[in-house]
């Protein structure tokens, strides 16, 4: 049997969720009978490969740079996945919604002239930080912050034998 | 006694008891979040909808509705799990709730909700709406940022403590509780600073002051004690 194309990707997030998933400690092993990396921040491939079964996103879409990537990547992969609370409901980085995004960039940044105010070096800030499902279809939610490598393994194992992964109850909570 | 059926089963109510009442008693378990025993019932919420098999499958909120006899109710169905879930979904859209940064992480009757219901996502667009928070008491804090408008901080204030303070202002999705006629809740004449408010929120929005990400933990029913020893309001 081949093994299963997996890929993880970083967005508007803590990396609190990918340090989750290095968390699973010896079940990697488990994974990486069954499974490869195909693309990943902990991982050396520089574009997201064509051929990918799984991807597991962490992070808000916040910038152009998110967007434009997660509108790829949607095509690329066959089965998406939100992971954790930011990218399921927008969760922290969400927090600065409520207020103008020039607003924000000037507090934060620079008076004149912030970076992601427009295009440029930085990627442009995008009004307000989005969950993943507001831009793409999204195949399965994993809330939590970050979730917990009990949950992920829970959501991750029945993927690699060909399972549909159902989390319910405790596992679905937020936070 | 009024006999009625829940789900099939064959239960016995007092008059003027509600469906919810009723349901409890046959060990039958009805969501709630707006309803608190020991407060009279608002059915502000909508979380409890049960179905009214013989009144045209009628939806009504089972906490506050009185059972009459022979009715058959629908208190668990795929419909009502996708009903309540729904409400749900609109109850966290219209405000902001970051699980992660709040002082009822892990205690929080919404987010419990939201386990119980299997809500992985919520459907709906975020307003993500821009709200205030009053720090001016001495121990307490409002959030309105985690406000579900449930109304028990405004009952348990009038109905137990008599103080008054809470009510609502505006209207629709803008409605906020407020202290007296909207001063900060520190300058409250009516306040005597009880603290059932914050107990009885089932949620974040009403805190005690130096209680940091998921320390708060409520007792909402001290509500039930407290009463149990006088008449109920
Ligand atoms: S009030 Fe409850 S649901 Fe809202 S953010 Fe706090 S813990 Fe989450
Ligand atoms: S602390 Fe007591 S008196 Fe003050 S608003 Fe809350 S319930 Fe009312
Ligand atoms: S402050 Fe708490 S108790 Fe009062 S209406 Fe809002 S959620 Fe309900
Ligand atoms: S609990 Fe019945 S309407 Fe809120």
């Known amino acids: 049997m081949p093994k299963l194309r997996v890929a993880t990707v970083w967005f508007s997030g ?15 092993l488990e994974f990486a009978e069954r499974a490869e990396l195909a693309f990943s921040p902990i991982a050396d491939v520089k574009e ?17 740079e998110h967007l434009r990537e997660l509108l790829e990547i949607r095509k690329k992969a066959k089965i998406l996945v939100a992971l954790g ?35 440029g070096e930085v990627p442009k800030l995008l009004p307000q930080a989005l969950p993943l499902h507001a831009v793409v279809r999204v195949d399965f ?11 992920i393994w829970k959501f991750l194992r029945p993927l690699l034998f060909g399972e549909q992964p159902q989390l319910s109850g405790p596992d679905l909570k937020f936070g | 006694m009024i006999s009625l059926t829940i789900d099939g089963i064959r239960v016995q109510a007092e008059e003027g008891e509600t469906i919810l009442e009723a349901a409890k008693k046959a060990g039958i378990r009805i969501p709630t979040l707006c309803y608190l025993e020991g407060l009279s019932p608002r059915g502000a919420c909508r979380i409890c909808l049960v179905e009214v098999r013989n009144w045209g499958g009628r939806l009504v909120p089972s906490c506050a509705t009185p059972v009459q006899e022979g009715m058959e109710v629908v208190a668990n169905s795929p419909r009502l799990r996708e009903l309540r879930r729904t409400i749900l979904e609109m109850i966290f859209v219209e405000r902001n709730h970051i699980c992660a940064f709040c002082v009822s992480n892990g205690h929080c009757e919404l987010q419990d909700l939201a386990m119980e219901l299997g809500m992985d996502h919520v459907r709906f667009p ?10 001016s008491h001495e121990k307490y804090g409002i959030d309105h940022n985690r406000c579900v408008l449930c109304g028990r901080c405004v009952r348990a204030c009038a109905e137990v ?3 008054m303070t809470w ?4 209207r629709g999705i803008f409605t906020l509780v407020e202290a007296d006629l909207g001063d900060p809740w520190g300058k409250s004449k009516t ?17 005690e002051k130096g209680k940091a990400t998921s320390e708060q933990v409520k007792k909402p029913e001290i509500i039930m004690e407290v009463t149990e020893r006088r008449p109920r309001a």
Not at chain 1, 48 to 64: H, K, M, Q, S, Y
Request: proline share 12%; hydrophobic share 35%.
């Open chain 1, 141 to 151: 939610f994993l809330p939590g912050c970050p979730p917990p490598a009990d949950r």
């Open chain 2, 126 to 135: 975020y307003r993500w709406p821009l709200l205030p928070l009053d720090l």
């Open chain 1, 14 to 28: 803590c990396s609190g969720c990918h340090m989750s998933f290095l968390d699973l400690d010896e079940r990697l």
């Open chain 2, 161 to 163: 403590e008599g103080a």
């Open chain 1, 48 to 64: 997201f490969p064509e051929d990918v079964d799984v991807v597991l996103i962490e992070g808000a879409v916040g910038n152009t």
């Open chain 2, 167 to 170: 009510g609502f202002s505006g």
């Open chain 1, 85 to 119: 609370d930011c990218a399921v409901t927008g969760n922290v980085p969400s927090m600065r919604n409520p207020l103008p995004r020039e607003e924000v960039l000037r507090a934060v940044y620079a008076k004149d002239d912030p970076p992601g105010l427009e295009e």
């Open chain 2, 191 to 207: 306040c005597t600073g009880c603290g059932k408010c914050v107990q009885a929120c089932p949620t974040g929005a009403l805190f």
